[in-house]
């Protein structure tokens, strides 16, 4: 059974650092592009984050310039490192593995920004 196990997230001051990571069994990885999304309390999941399988990335306005997603297909890995945190960055956040035909989510972690 694929799993996906997410790490990492806490309570951190306004203008902190995290980094997330997410953990995945499955043998075809790097075969998968990865998401990070996150939800605040009644708001919508958001997606904040992407990379591919060759290494693009693409970041939501909001994170631009102080979130970084990584990857290393070597040992099932991604990271999302978040700097310079803000308070409207608390959010459950969650790792998302797509490709065709299967849509894999972890748990979530929770993200606390606040003073």
């Known amino acids: 059974q694929v799993q996906i196990e997410e790490s990492g997230g806490g309570l951190v001051q306004p203008g902190g650092s995290l980094r997330l990571t997410c953990k995945a069994s499955m043998a075809d990885f790097s075969l998968y592009r990865m998401y990070w999304y996150r939800q605040a309390p009644g708001k919508q999941r958001e997606r904040v984050a992407y990379?591919?399988?060759?290494?693009?990335?693409d970041y939501s306005d909001a994170v631009q310039g102080r979130f970084t997603i990584t990857r290393d297909s070597d040992d099932n890995t991604g990271w999302l490192q978040m700097n310079n945190l803000k308070p409207e960055d608390t959010a459950t956040y969650y790792c998302?593995?797509?490709?065709?035909?299967?849509?894999?989510w972890g748990q979530g972690t929770q993200v606390t920004v606040s003073s």
């Open positions: 998302n593995l797509w490709r065709a035909g299967s849509d894999l």
């Open positions: 990379i591919s399988p060759g290494g693009v990335t």
